[in-house]
C-alpha cells in the first residue's frame, strides 16, 4: 500500500495564492494528485471552488476520497492541466480562475507503487507514464529502440547526467530491458562515480521527463494558465529540479518585463508588455522542520506570480 502523498508547502501556497482573502474564489489545481493542496486550499474558505486535474486515474481516486467532504464545490478531471481553459469551462462554466497552482513531477505514491516504473529501488516493469491508460511509450520502448545517441542526450539533457554515452551504450548492448532493477542494476554495474545518489537516479529521471514529455509540457502550460487567470489572480508553481524551475523562472521574468528588446537598443521595438507582476523574486523553499519531516521538500522551489489588471 502506497503511503500517502505529503504536499509540500501548504502554508506558503496559501498564502501565495491569497486563499484567505479571496471571496467566491475558483482555483484550479492542475496536477491534484492525492488532493493535499487542494484539500487546504478548499478548507480554507467554504465560499470557493477547485478544479483538480491529473493524468493518473489512481491519483485521481485518492483525491476523490480526499476531497468529498467538500461536494460539488469540487470537480476533478482526468486531463493534462495544458486542458485548463475547457476544464473551466466544462467544471464550471466560467473562462478565468482566481488562483491556479502546479505541483510538478512524481508523487509519493507514484514512487511507491512497483508497477508504475519510476522507482530504481523496487522490481517493476519499465513504464513510467503518469497516465497509464495512454498509447504513449513507456519507459521500455524507449531503452530498447532509441539509437544510442538519442538515448545519451536524454540522459544528458533530462538528467544531467555525466556518464550519458558510456549509460546509453551499456543499455543498448544488454537489450531488451523488461524491468526497473535490469536497469538500475545494470547501470550500478558499470562502476561510475556519481557521489551520494543511487548510479540510476538521474537515469530515472530523464527516462521520467521523456517518457512524459515533462518540460514541453511545461513550456506549453504556463502561457496557457497565464490566459486562465482573473486580472490579479495568481499562479503559483512548485518544481522539484534545476530543468522546471529554469524554464518557470525564465518564463516568469519574460512576463514581468515592459521590454524584451537587447540592453543596448535605444527605443523598444518589441512592444512587449507586462502581464504578471513577480511575488516571488527568489523561490520560496520549504522550512527546515518539514524537510525533517518530509525530505522530498528539499528540493521543491515555489514561485508566484500575479496576472495585471491591464493586458
Ligand atoms: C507532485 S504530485 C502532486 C501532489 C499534490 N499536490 C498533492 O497534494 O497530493 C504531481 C502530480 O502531477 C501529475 N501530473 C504530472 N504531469 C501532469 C500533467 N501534464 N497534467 C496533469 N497532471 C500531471 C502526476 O500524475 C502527479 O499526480
Redesign the pocket.
Known amino acids: 500500500m502506497a503511503i500517502a502523498?505529503a504536499?509540500v508547502m501548504v502554508a506558503a501556497i496559501l498564502d501565495g495564492l491569497q486563499v484567505a482573502s479571496r471571496a467566491d474564489a475558483v482555483y484550479v489545481?492542475?496536477?491534484?494528485?492525492?488532493?493535499?493542496?487542494?484539500g487546504a486550499i478548499l478548507a480554507a474558505r467554504s465560499d470557493s471552488r477547485l478544479i483538480g486535474?491529473?493524468?493518473?486515474l489512481q491519483?485521481l481516486d485518492l483525491?476523490r476520497e480526499a476531497l468529498a467532504p467538500f461536494g460539488e464545490r469540487v470537480r476533478l478531471i482526468h486531463?493534462?492541466?495544458?486542458a485548463m481553459p475547457s476544464a473551466l469551462a466544462e467544471a464550471f462554466q466560467v473562462s478565468q480562475a482566481d488562483g491556479i497552482?502546479l505541483?510538478?513531477?512524481?508523487?509519493s505514491?507514484?514512487l511507491d507503487e512497483a508497477v508504475r516504473g519510476f522507482a530504481f529501488r523496487l522490481e517493476g516493469p519499465l513504464d513510467m507514464r503518469?497516465?497509464s491508460t495512454s498509447e504513449g511509450q513507456t519507459a521500455a520502448d524507449l531503452t530498447n529502440t532509441l539509437p544510442a545517441d538519442a538515448l545519451a542526450d536524454i540522459l544528458y539533457h533530462y538528467g544531467e547526467e555525466r556518464h550519458s554515452r558510456r549509460i546509453a551504450r551499456a543499455i543498448v548492448a544488454a537489450r531488451p530491458l523488461h524491468t526497473t532493477r535490469d536497469l538500475a542494476e545494470l547501470i550500478a554495474g558499470l562502476g561510475l562515480s556519481h557521489g551520494k545518489i543511487h548510479p540510476a537516479t538521474r537515469t530515472f529521471q530523464a527516462l521520467r521527463i521523456a517518457v512524459?514529455d515533462?518540460l514541453r509540457?511545461v513550456e506549453t502550460?504556463l502561457p496557457v494558465a497565464l490566459g486562465c487567470l482573473k486580472p490579479g489572480g495568481r499562479l503559483a508553481v512548485?518544481s522539484?529540479h534545476s530543468l522546471e524551475d529554469r524554464i518557470v523562472k525564465q518564463y516568469f521574468k519574460q512576463e514581468a518585463a515592459d521590454c524584451l528588446c537587447p540592453p543596448h537598443q535605444p527605443v523598444c521595438t518589441c512592444n512587449h508588455r507586462a502581464r504578471v507582476k513577480l511575488i516571488t523574486r527568489k523561490p520560496i523553499t520549504a522550512p527546515l522542520e518539514e524537510i525533517e519531516r518530509n525530505p522530498r521538500a528539499r528540493s521543491a522551489k515555489l514561485r508566484v506570480v500575479e496576472r495585471l489588471e491591464s493586458n
Open positions: 502523498h504536499p489545481d492542475g496536477t491534484v494528485g492525492a488532493g493535499g493542496h487542494s486535474m491529473d493524468l493518473d491519483a483525491a486531463a493534462s492541466y495544458t497552482l505541483d510538478l513531477g512524481v508523487s505514491m507514484q503518469f497516465d512524459n515533462e509540457t502550460a512548485i522539484f
